[in-house]
């Protein structure tokens, strides 16, 4: 987390977006907190990331609005961490990346996990980039307006 | 870029894209490079980073496969940087990231960049998850099976 500059007033969204949770572990602990894993110690074993390394971001997270704690569900001592709405629309940016390591990081003969649509089981769709008026769009077909730019 | 485990045996693939490209330095970089800045000094300068540190990063973008280098278009003595297919494939990486900062991270009077569909000069449509059979999925509506799940 070595972060000597901060783009939190950057006008491109994307450096803002990585300003927030651009760290390895960050994007890794919201995954897990996706698929349900929600105490500091399931977490932490999942990971197998230092507890020191895991609090500091918690906390980090925490501090910026991504995810949110709670008592136990069960009345435990424990407490929970969840998505927050802000933290719960990273959904896109974790399915992309795995999107993204299903096409190139795998061996043809190499297994992995999937994400399936609940109700039928079957894997989601992937993502793609539309017009408004409905074509799918590549890099290509689109570009950045500067903040100002016609 | 300091990487205790590495997760290029994981059966995630989030584990593995993060592990490619986890490094908040490395993202921008490639954003810059979609963006159309080829050159080393172009990067260098745009980003703010110092050279050491963006010339690693290259390297390590290039021999994992992102980027490659060419001679400069123009016939220069220059080396210009480019995206290899699996590193264009990170679009929609960037593309959800720039969303959702979008969506979270600007006060309502405050201005971001835009991207826009080259041919209607339009902002592109917001990406979402869909079933095989059309239907949009939130993420409560999916859940990652492992490896060997029925």
Same mark, same amino acid.
């Given at each position: 987390m070595v972060k000597r500059v901060s783009l939190m007033g950057a006008d491109c969204p994307v450096a803002r977006a990585l300003d927030v949770i651009g760290d390895w572990w960050s994007l890794l602990i919201i995954r897990d907190v996706f698929d349900g894993r929600r105490r500091f110690s399931e977490l932490q074993s999942g990971l197998g990331i230092a507890k020191g390394m895991l609090a500091v971001r918690l906390r980090d997270l925490v501090g910026r609005g991504v995810l949110t704690t709670a008592p136990a569900s069960d009345g435990s001592a424990y407490r929970e961490y969840a998505l927050t709405e802000k933290g719960s629309g990273l959904f896109l940016v974790i399915v992309a990346l795995r999107q993204w390591g299903e096409d190139h990081?795998?061996?043809? @003969?190499e297994q992995h996990s999937v994400l399936v @649509?609940?109700?039928?089981?079957c894997p989601v769709d992937r993502l793609s980039l539309q017009s408004t008026d409905g074509r799918r769009l590549g890099w290509r077909e689109t570009e950045v307006r500067a903040v100002g730019a016609a």
């Open positions: 990081l795998y061996r043809p @003969d @649509d609940i109700e039928t089981s």
